[in-house]
């Protein structure tokens, strides 16, 4: 059944390089062949960084769901005005991932307007798409990941971050942060950054199927 699977998939990344040949696009065809976790369309890349942001957004929800026993480790019960501690690990997260975003969207602007590329165009294109993806999936999206899961912890009640805190030796991760960021501040910021986000994606795929058909 593995042997099938594998033949099959093999089969399809062949289909894809022979498509790409034959649409005579010089960035599809080195896209294709390299050796990165990453070889994904800009546009599904943009997708999944649509989701990180919108991720952030279940802050507020489940801040909302607090139960009354986390109320002493955490600054308000107001999510309005409260603003934690974990709150800068999810900031830089967005940070991140919207710097990256910034860096493919300038990426696929660039194939557009300079359509076709040449073969050193489309390598300098891939390295830097390269490099926006591991930043973005890896550092961007483990902050993110850790912010929630830090939230998470809050819905097990004061016990949970109880233990938490005395594991850490006294570390607080809800202590008040002093920046004055709130938890609906920066889930409505990572809404809105999602929204436009999805917006850009859906320009760009109709420009770039234009071009190339991906």
Known sequence: MTDDTDDTDDADAADDITSAILSGSMYDQLRLQRRTYFSQPTI???TWQS???GGLTLLLPIYLLFPATVREYVPSADPATASPKVLILGLVGAGIVTFT???LVG???Y???NHPLDETEAQAIL???DFASYLAFGTGGLAIGLTVVYFLLGLGGGAAVGSYVQAMDGVNPFASSGTGLSVVQLAVASFLGCIVLLMIRLYLKLRLFE???V
């Open 51 to 53: 989701l990180l942001l």
């Open 101 to 103: 975003a910034l860096l």
């Open 44 to 46: 599904t890349k943009l």
């Open 111 to 113: 194939r557009i307007r």
């Open 211 to 213: 071009l190339d058909g």
């Open 107 to 109: 990426g696929a602007l």
């Open 127 to 129: 390295n830097v798409e």
